[in-house]
């Protein structure tokens, strides 16, 4: 079981009292059930359940400087940025459920073990927010921070999930020589969702409602053969079939916002159906350089499944992107050096997606957009190394850097609506609409570094430990152009931990973000420069006990 709470910490300055944004409370609860029928025969029944309550994402109206993408005060370029103070008139609220049941049963059949793996979830969430994260607009001053183009406010809920899995499977038990594995999977699922857009800020009665229904269906037949030679070399090559089946039946059946905002009135009920099926496979070697050293390469095809994006609260007409395949290469080393003191990976890679699937969001229509990119090709590599050089003392380290490229001269999209300076290039003749041709994805950083250290200490019946952690980031840009605004630097967030643990308990102190870094996270780039920042620094008490 866990419970976490923490108490409203963000002051609305434009809202009575005092630290009445971003505090939650999230009950968690997991119990497992194993039986060992036979000797041959275990099931394991394991059902989870989840309630949360708290505030919705919180947007800051403004927070971006206009030519730079520094953050900034509620009272302008020249005064600080704090990331408890905002200033906003609308309501914000956010609610989940989820539950899930879940059995596994395997049977050792001798040569080959049977397993069955069956999960259900089913879930439903309720979030609302102050979009434009300010208060007022040009139409009904006074408004800030900054300038407010107009008011928006919107509410998107789930109220039904259900989800169904089922795989059975065959697996060869033998370590050596030739073994094998096939079977089969399957997924049903049942997504409900609607839209509200509100003409007021704190109004309760939408002035637009949307409505989708989603139903997907999937299936694959899959299988796998590997062989151990006698110097330690293996290969394996799988291959798998799938199938995917999708239908979304949208519509906006309410609409009374003026006519004049260009939205047109209701939608009637728009049906899209999308499916593929698409053979996916994958090879793979590795070879024993020493007792210390495994060298080892794979080469596989995979595939994405059309999608449906129909959020008609705002938009007349879904969007589609079709299926994507992605080739995908790497090869590298695992070692255990210094008699298992140090260990050490090395992985280097290379891809290349045709038709990736992208989806562009908000800009001056504020609708979600899918598109397909001709083709993305992207390379880097991934380092890792865990060293313990003296008892109790344990340390790790990790690096990637990432490059990726869109190349498809053909792909464009709108840029934003707030009055932020993109530097894609524009496409001739289409004020607004800019080519994304040679951008890095979206949240997609160059590089990504970790490192912790830890050091124990025996104590009584337990032992006394320090833990830290950190992690770091490159430049990101939000969204699908670049732009001087929409993009974060880098970010640098440490964490520390000090406490006493055994076999049944831990009781530790703690701290997040111990810099207190301040970092943008994304926007909203339709109504004015808006960010989303990282957690601030966080100091508490933790405890845990194993029955």
Excluded at 415 to 440: D, F, L
Excluded at 529 to 539: K, Q, S, Y
Aim: aromatic share 12%; charged share 20%; hydrophobic share 40%.
């Amino acid at each position: 079981m866990l419970y976490q709470r923490r108490d409203d910490w963000v002051d609305n300055l434009d809202a009575a009292g005092d630290k009445n944004l971003e505090g939650f409370e999230d009950l968690a609860a997991r119990l497992q059930i194993q039986a060992d029928l036979s000797d041959a025969f275990t099931v394991r029944v394991v059902g989870q359940i989840r309630d949360f309550d708290g505030t919705a994402r919180l947007f800051r109206a403004n927070a971006f400087a206009r030519g730079s993408n520094k953050l900034i005060g509620l009272g302008g370029p020249t005064t600080e940025f704090k990331r408890d103070q905002v200033r906003a008139d609308g309501l914000n609220f956010q609610s989940l459920r989820n539950y899930n049941l879940g059995m596994t049963a395997e049977y050792d059949a001798g040569p080959v073990t049977i397993t069955s793996v069956t999960s259900y979830w089913n879930g439903n969430l309720y979030s609302r927010g102050d979009i434009d994260g300010g208060f007022g607009n040009a139409f009904a001053p006074t408004m800030g921070p900054g300038f407010i183009p107009f008011s928006a406010q919107s509410q998107d809920n789930v109220p039904s999930l259900d989800q169904f899995t089922q795989e059975l499977r065959f697996a060869s038990n033998n370590t050596g020589g030739l073994g094998y594995q096939f079977g089969l999977f399957y997924l049903n699922e049942k997504l409900d969702i609607e839209s509200f857009d509100f003409g007021t800020p704190t109004a309760t009665t939408p002035a637009a409602i949307a409505t989708q229904r989603q139903d997907s269906t999937a299936w694959g037949l899959f299988g796998s053969l590997s062989y151990e030679f006698e110097n330690g070399v293996k290969l394996q090559g799988g291959v798998r079939y799938n199938d995917d089946q999708r239908k979304m039946v949208a519509a906006r059946p309410v609409d009374t916002r003026p006519g004049f905002l260009g939205f047109g009135g209701p939608v009637p009920v728009v049906t899209t159906e999308v499916g593929d099926n698409v053979l996916t496979w994958d090879l793979a070697a590795s070879y024993p350089l020493s007792d210390d050293v495994n060298l080892f390469a794979r080469v596989a095809k995979g595939y994405r499944a059309p999608s449906i994006q129909a959020r008609l609260a705002f938009g007349r007409t879904p969007s589609v992107a079709q299926s994507e395949t992605t080739m995908s290469y790497e090869a590298g080393l695992k070692s255990t050096l210094a008699d298992g003191k140090l260990r050490f990976n090395l992985t280097g890679f290379y891809f290349s997606t045709d038709d990736l699937q992208l989806t562009a969001v908000g800009g001056a229509s504020n609708f979600t957009t899918l598109l397909n990119a001709a083709k993305v090709d992207g390379y880097g590599f991934e380092a890792e190394l865990e060293a313990k050089p003296v008892q109790g003392l344990s340390l790790t380290a990790g690096l990637s850097y990432n490059h990726n490229e869109i190349k498809d001269p053909a792909a464009f999209v709108a840029g934003c609506g707030a009055p932020c300076t993109v530097t894609s290039p524009q496409r001739v003749g289409s004020p607004g609409i800019y080519s994304i041709n040679g951008n890095q994805l979206p949240q997609s950083p160059r590089w990504i570094a970790n490192w912790t250290a830890g050091y124990a200490a025996p104590v009584g019946d337990g032992e006394v430990y320090l833990f830290t952690d950190w992690a770091y980031r490159s430049k990101v840009q939000f969204f699908l152009y670049d732009s001087v605004e929409f993009s974060d630097e880098k970010m640098l967030e440490g964490g520390l931990r000090i406490g006493y643990r055994t076999d049944k308990f831990d009781i530790a102190a703690y701290a997040r973000n111990i810099t207190n870094d301040v970092s943008a996270v994304s926007g909203i780039d339709f109504n004015n420069l808006t960010a989303m920042v990282n957690e601030p620094r966080v100091f508490g008490v933790e405890a845990s006990i194993k029955f």
